[in-house]
């Protein structure tokens, strides 16, 4: 199953092996999908020589136009693969890596990115992309350019809002109207609060028999906000900034976002001046924390204070502005709406739970909760491990 070595030539081979992978155990699936990423990878290293050396040769604009023919691309992906090209021509280590296969290649594109934005260690980045997931992987690399920074993290956030873009167009394909923005993570934190807050009030408002999907009222949201804001007032957005205080010279330290991006302590001031500062002790079982049986969804209160816990999606780490607050011990089971007995979701991540058996799991070392899939009930057998719970199980004899 191993692939073939990606040759410097006009033609590039691999080798896939002829068997249907519905015949494969779960163990043979997993190995095969590495050496597809592998292979990705080498053939990445590939396509930026190639890419930098019809850039050196012929120019920056020949080497974009090559690209859109010959990868097939928009105007601006090609420009993204000749910037990111030139980007790895400096970081010999991370280029090694990828064209060998050892880092995917959408962790050096950010190795890549972040060398671009300002000073940071390969070497650690390079042996991190190694074996960490994207996710993972993309708060190292933020972690990293923090410690190197010279200024807090200013000029990183400084370059972010520089790069802000949007984007509003008729998509060519279906005639569906596509708008898209990047942001700073301050202000892209803001945004995804005022909209899941918007949603969650169309879920409230919707019938329950009758439910849009997670992506129809998303759109919905964004669309109210945009073309039915309430006459005088402002979205509420209620962003969470958690800070330490540092007893012995008595001033807040490691600012950061529920989720873990660090911001400036001079952004932190400038963010406290329109602010509301609410200390928050999350540890003491209060009234607003614990409630029992007395109401069903979470408060504003338990949502802080989960963000500020979970950081995001317990089963892929998404923003806690798109998460729910889920009852480990469900809600009608006698489950309490307290804040040890709830966890923040995604609505997929939600979905695995109640249809498809997955398991909140509290790892005893960390302490986190974790979400994990269902046991395979026939290990031998080669079956699925995605048994929903609902379905009546094959009986073997």
Known sequence: MANEAVTRDFK????????????????????????????????????????????????????EMAARDELQVSKREAKREVETAASLTGLAETWKALESGEIPQRHAWLIARASSEGPIDEAVLAEAARHEPYDQFARTVRKEQREHSKDDGQSILDKQRKN???????????????????FDPITGN??????????????????????????????????????????GQRPRTALLVIADYDMVHRELVNARLCDGTPIPMGELRRLACDADILPGVFRAKTQKLWLGRKRRIATEAQRAALALRDKGCIGCDANPAWCQAHHIQ??????????????LVCARCHHNIHDDGWQVIKCPDSGRFELHQPPDPFPDAGVDTHRPPQRNPVLLS
């Open 190 to 231: 803001r945004l995804a609060l005022a909209i899941s807050d918007k949603e969650r009030e169309l879920w409230r408002e919707e019938d329950p028999k009758n439910r849009r999907t997670p992506q129809q009222r998303m759109a919905d949201a964004l669309a109210e906000l945009i073309l039915e804001p309430k006459s």
């Open 330 to 343: 469900p809600w009608s089971w006698g489950g309490l709406t307290n804040l040890d007995n709830l966890v």
């Open 12 to 63: 590039v081979a691999v080798q896939i092996p002829e068997i249907d992978p519905a015949g494969m155990s779960e163990a043979q699936r997993r190995a095969a999908m590495a050496s597809v990423r592998r292979a990705e990878s080498r053939l990445a290293g590939w396509k930026v020589r190639l890419i930098n050396a019809e850039r050196d040769q012929l120019g920056q604009g020949a080497a």
């Open 164 to 182: 802000r873009n949007g984007r509003f167009f008729e998509s060519r394909e279906d005639g569906m109207f596509v708008l898209s923005g990047e």
